[in-house]
């Protein structure tokens, strides 16, 4: 910048324009100053910042047994259905059942009566009791699924009357994908849960040498530890266990952490009482809420973060909320 000093005709005396100058000078020397120390104050505040300990609760590992299961559908099913069929020819007087009832053995069902009975009029020889009428009872204790006749109905001899489902022969069919046929093997017990949310436990009892082509599934029949009363065709849950694993590490899942393409895990793990590191780990079983650490080896005195812990960085400082 050029500057222009001028003669100055009154000696002793300052020219306007150079009062000017100097104060727009000392102006300047000032508002530099105060932005100096602005950024100083900044930087404080920036180290208070990252100076401060993050509040997050920790837990231990434990050692113990750890199961992942997979979850597959189960249908109810009757493998014992008995046909109830009418002994002669003729006209259903009385119907004793309907769909749904619970029979015993022995108990009369229908009462039939032959044509030839009714157009002689013939109810009941008194010399000889004998009685035209017929009575066509349960031969197993059961429930009553269908009615094919009713009342007044006439049916041939043979015709089916009704079909009643041997209670005791209640079981699921479980349809597995063959690459899990190394996961279910006869003899085996699972745990069946019904879409109220009880529990019942099962056994495998045997494997139906059919499988469907369109599906690739494979059929097993599986048998409650105790009788239940639940209708044909109700679906369930079943849990088979895909991988048990006996002494394993074990961490809540909260204290997993991933990148965004969930390839790399790992924990941090509190050190110095304050000081969280980040160790990598890998992960074996899972669980809804736990998972096995294959490695490292952590002891059930490390101490590892479970809240607190996300985006924190490789070393950060902390405060133990829980202890």
């Known amino acids: 910048m050029n500057l222009t000093i001028g003669i100055n005709k009154y000696p002793?005396?300052?020219?306007?324009?150079?009062?000017l100058f100097t104060i727009l000078a000392s102006l300047a020397m000032c508002m530099g100053c105060t932005h100096s120390g602005g950024n100083d104050g900044d930087d404080n505040a920036d180290t208070a910042v990252k100076g401060g300990k993050i509040d997050v609760n920790v837990t231990s590992p434990r050692i113990g047994k750890i199961s992942q299961y997979q979850t597959l559908n189960a249908t109810t099913a009757y493998l014992l259905n008995d046909d109830v069929r009418a002994p002669i020819s003729g006209y259903l007087q009385k119907v004793n059942v309907t769909p749904g009832q619970l029979v015993e053995k022995n108990d009369i069902l229908f009462s039939m009566e032959s044509k030839e009975a009714i157009a002689l009029n013939l109810v009941k020889d008194t010399a000889l009791h004998i009685s035209s009428i017929i009575y066509v009872k349960a031969t197993e204790t059961g429930i009553v699924k269908t009615i094919n006749r009713q009342l007044g109905d006439y049916v041939q001899d043979g015709d089916v009357l009704c079909t009643v489902a041997n209670s005791s022969s209640l079981v699921f069919t479980l349809e597995v994908p063959f690459e899990m046929h190394a996961y279910i093997?006869?003899?085996?017990?699972?745990?069946?849960t019904l879409p109220d949310g009880q529990s019942v436990k099962a056994r495998v009892s045997s494997r139906i040498p059919e499988m469907d082509r369109a599906v690739q599934m494979e059929r097993y029949i599986l048998r409650t530890t105790t009788p239940l009363n639940l209708p044909e065709g109700?679906?369930?849950?079943?849990?088979?266990?895909?991988?048990?694993?006996?002494?394993a590490i074990i961490l809540p899942k909260s204290a997993i952490l991933c990148d965004e393409t969930q390839v790399q895990f790992w924990v941090m793990k509190l050190v110095r009482d304050s000081l969280a590191i980040k160790i990598p780990v890998e992960k074996g079983a899972e669980t809804t809420d736990s998972?096995?650490?294959k490695t490292p080896t952590f002891s059930e005195q490390d101490k590892i973060l479970i809240s607190g812990?996300?985006?924190?960085?490789?070393?950060?400082l902390v405060k133990v909320i829980n202890r």
């Not at 812990?309 to 950060?316: C, F, H, K, S």
């Open 12 to 19: 002793g005396k300052v020219p306007f324009h150079g009062l």
């Open 185 to 192: 093997k006869e003899g085996s017990d699972c745990l069946i």
């Open 234 to 247: 109700l679906i369930a849950n079943v849990k088979i266990p895909t991988d048990i694993q006996n002494n």
């Open 291 to 293: 998972v096995q650490i």
């Open 309 to 316: 812990n996300y985006g924190l960085p490789d070393t950060a």
